[in-house]
C-alpha cells in the first residue's frame, strides 16, 4: 500500500469544478430551504427587524446557544433570554449572576459569560454597532470562524462560507471526502469548498440551507437521501450503489482502505478519549428549611456556578467519616441524625462525575462567606446551578430506590486542606 502523504494528490470528485453544478446545486438548495425550512425565533426576529446590529445580536445569540445543544433544547431558552435581554444594551447592563442564573442547565456555561462579555464590549467599545463584516466579529469573545461567518451571512448578507457540524457531514458526503473530519487537510477544504459553493446573492438562506439540510435529511445514521435535492450530486452515494469506485490511497481526502463506502460511512471522526471519572462527598446541609449552596471559582469547569458543599474523594471511606470531612471543611456542628441519600452520577463532554450525597442537619447557623448562602427550595431552583445540583436535590424529594452505602475516601493531600477546600476546578 503506498502511503498517504501528499496534499496535492486530491482526486477531482472532491472539489467542484463544474459552473452549472455549483449554480444547480445553489437553485436546487435555496428553493429546497424556502419550502422546508423550520420556524424558528431567530429566524423570526432576522425578518422581523431591518437594523443591522439587531439582526446581528439576534443571530450571535442564537449561533452561541447552538454549539453543542440541540434546536429543540435552545429555543426555549431562547425566547426567554431575548425577552429578558432584547437589544445588546440590555444584556450589556445585566448582572453576570443573572446570566448564570438564565444560562442555568443549558451547558458548556462559559457560553453565556461570554455573550455578556461581547455585549459589554460592542456597548462600551464599539458604541452599541456590531463589527459589520465576519473578520471583525472576530473581536468578540468566544466567537471563532464558524459564529462569524454565520452572524455575518446571516444578518450582514456578507458572502462567506459558514461550517458547523452538519456541513461538514454534507460536503464530506456530497464530495466524498473520507478524511477524518477535524483534521488540518480536511477542515481547510470544507471551508474552501464553502466558500466556493455560497450563494452570492443569498449567502445568509444559503448557509442556513446548508446546515438545515444536516440537521435533518442528511442525519448522521440515517440520512433519508430519497428525498434530498442534491442527492444527484453525492458522491457517497454514488459509490454506495456502485457508480464511482474510485479510491486513491495517496489522496489525503480519500476514504481509506478497510472502510465500506456508504453514505453513512462519512463523515469520518477520529475516536474520542475516554472521559475521565471523578468521585466526591456531597453534603445536602439543611438549617431551618435552608440549604447550604457554595460559589465555585470564577475560573475552570462550571465557573461561578452554585453547588452543594462537596469534597473529592478516592479510594475507600467510611460514611461517618465522609460526613466529618464535609462538616469540618464548612466548620459546621452536625447533628447525630445524618442520613446517607444516595449516588448521583452526571456526565460531561470530557468527564464522569459521581456524587455520594449525605443529608447533614445543622444546629447553629454558622458565619458564612460571600461565597456561601442559604437559600430555599424556589431559591435553590433559580439560582446558577448545574444540572447535576438538580439531581442530587431530586434525590433529596424523591429518594432513590437503588440507594447503596458509599465506601469512598479523600486523598491525604485533599485531607489537609479540608477547612479551606471546597470545591473541584
Not at 472502510?259 to 453534603?283: D, I, L, N, Q
Request: with cysteine.
Amino acid at each position: 500500500r503506498m502511503a498517504r502523504n501528499s496534499a496535492t494528490a486530491c482526486c477531482p470528485h472532491h472539489s467542484f469544478h463544474d459552473i452549472e453544478e455549483v449554480h444547480t446545486l445553489r437553485i436546487s438548495l435555496l428553493e429546497w430551504y424556502a419550502a422546508n425550512k423550520r420556524d424558528l425565533p431567530w429566524r423570526r426576529r432576522v425578518l422581523e427587524t431591518t437594523d443591522t446590529s439587531a439582526k446581528a445580536y439576534a443571530v450571535w445569540v442564537s449561533e452561541v446557544m447552538l454549539q453543542q445543544t440541540q434546536v429543540a433544547t435552545v429555543v426555549p431558552y431562547y425566547e426567554r433570554w431575548m425577552t429578558k435581554w432584547p437589544t445588546v444594551y440590555d444584556l450589556a447592563s445585566a448582572d453576570l449572576e443573572e446570566v448564570r442564573e438564565m444560562w442555568a442547565g443549558l451547558g458548556y456555561y462559559s457560553r453565556g459569560h461570554r455573550l455578556w462579555e461581547g455585549a459589554k464590549k460592542v456597548v462600551e467599545e464599539l458604541k452599541g454597532e456590531f463589527p459589520k463584516s465576519a473578520k471583525e466579529l472576530l473581536v468578540l469573545p468566544g466567537v471563532g470562524h464558524y459564529t462569524a461567518g454565520a452572524v455575518a451571512s446571516i444578518a450582514l448578507n456578507e458572502v462567506c462560507g459558514a461550517v458547523d457540524g452538519n456541513v461538514v457531514r454534507v460536503f464530506s458526503r456530497l464530495r466524498a471526502i473520507g478524511a477524518h473530519s477535524d483534521a488540518k487537510a480536511a477542515s481547510d477544504h470544507f471551508w474552501q469548498l464553502a466558500e466556493q459553493l455560497v450563494d452570492r446573492e443569498n449567502p445568509g438562506d444559503f448557509n442556513q440551507a446548508l446546515m438545515e439540510l444536516g440537521a435533518t435529511l442528511c442525519a448522521p445514521k440515517s440520512p433519508v437521501c430519497s428525498v434530498c435535492p442534491i442527492s444527484e450530486h453525492c458522491v457517497a452515494l454514488k459509490m454506495e450503489k456502485g457508480t464511482v469506485s474510485d479510491i486513491n490511497e495517496r489522496c489525503l481526502l480519500c476514504l481509506p482502505c478497510g472502510f465500506a463506502a456508504t453514505v453513512s460511512t462519512f463523515p469520518m471522526k477520529a475516536k474520542k478519549k475516554a472521559a475521565r471519572s471523578e468521585c466526591f462527598v456531597v453534603g445536602v446541609v439543611v438549617w431551618e428549611g435552608k440549604f447550604l449552596i457554595t460559589k465555585r471559582p470564577p475560573t475552570g469547569l462550571l465557573a461561578g456556578m452554585w453547588e452543594f458543599p462537596c469534597v473529592e474523594t478516592k479510594g475507600t471511606f467510611a460514611p461517618e467519616d465522609a460526613t466529618t470531612a464535609l462538616s469540618s471543611s464548612l466548620s459546621l456542628a452536625v447533628g447525630e441524625n445524618w442520613k446517607y441519600l444516595g449516588t448521583v452520577t452526571h456526565q460531561f463532554s470530557h468527564l464522569h462525575h459521581t456524587y455520594e450525597v449525605y443529608h447533614l442537619n445543622a444546629l447553629l447557623k454558622p458565619v458564612l462567606t460571600a461565597d456561601h448562602k442559604w437559600v430555599d427550595s424556589l431559591e435553590l431552583l433559580r439560582s446558577a446551578i448545574c444540572t447535576s445540583v438538580k439531581k442530587i436535590y431530586q434525590l433529596l424529594t424523591h429518594g432513590n430506590k437503588k440507594k447503596r452505602r458509599a465506601t469512598l475516601s479523600i486523598s491525604p493531600k485533599k485531607q489537609s486542606k479540608l477547612d479551606t477546600y471546597f470545591h473541584k476546578q
